[in-house]
């Protein structure tokens, strides 16, 4: 969507040619499929969800000065989309407890936990999974270490055939990797 996204804002997209109308949709498309799909877990209400946020991009779409504040706007109308469909399915699905617990990737949470902080952990898991990945090998083995299997500095240090302050400053290194990539997708929470 590097290139197309701008294009939304124009007032007269319906006037655009309708091969140029498809790319901006399928760029538009392939941008959120994925976190929506992650989200729902269903293709069809995926799409629907992504033609609702296209159609409210198209007639409301705000005064944004680049590309990046575009993209933020688009994602949270998605992520609305989304948490209103959520809701909605809970509502008319009457065999769910609120005593049953639902284990969200490696995060086990009470179901009475808001649709929103549902959805946002999901993300945010997809989030970090998505830089671990883009991570250099020898930080996501570390990390993971740490993280998924809960070892000590030392256990870390014995795995890794490293020393304990080795492996401390290269965490520490791969932590504030992992934060600054959260914080550019994610910004400032308490806004």
Do not use: C
């Not at 140029?20 to 799409?47: A, C, G, V, W």
């Amino acid at each position: 969507m590097q290139k197309n996204l701008l294009l939304l804002l124009n007032s007269n997209f319906h006037m655009l040619n309708q091969t140029l109308q498809e790319e901006i949709y399928r760029e538009f498309y392939h941008f959120l499929y994925k976190p929506i799909l992650y989200m729902i877990n269903d293709h069809s209400t995926t799409e629907d969800i992504i033609q609702e946020t296209f159609l409210t991009t198209l007639k409301k779409s705000p005064e944004v000065e680049n590309e990046e504040h575009m993209k933020a706007w688009i994602k949270v109308v998605a992520r609305n989309f989304t948490i209103n469909h959520i809701r909605k399915r809970q509502k008319t699905r009457h065999d769910i407890s609120l005593d049953s617990k639902w284990d969200i990737g490696s995060i086990t949470q009470v179901a009475a936990v808001s649709v929103e902080q549902e959805v946002e952990t999901k993300s945010l898991e997809e989030q970090i999974s998505q830089h671990l990945l883009a991570m250099k090998p020898e930080q996501r083995a570390i990390i993971e270490l740490k993280w998924k299997k809960g070892l000590s500095y030392k256990e870390i240090a014995v795995e890794t055939q490293d020393t304990e302050n080795a492996v401390r400053h290269k965490l520490h290194r791969a932590r504030t990797y992992l934060k600054r990539k959260l914080f550019k997708d994610w910004g400032d929470r308490n806004e």
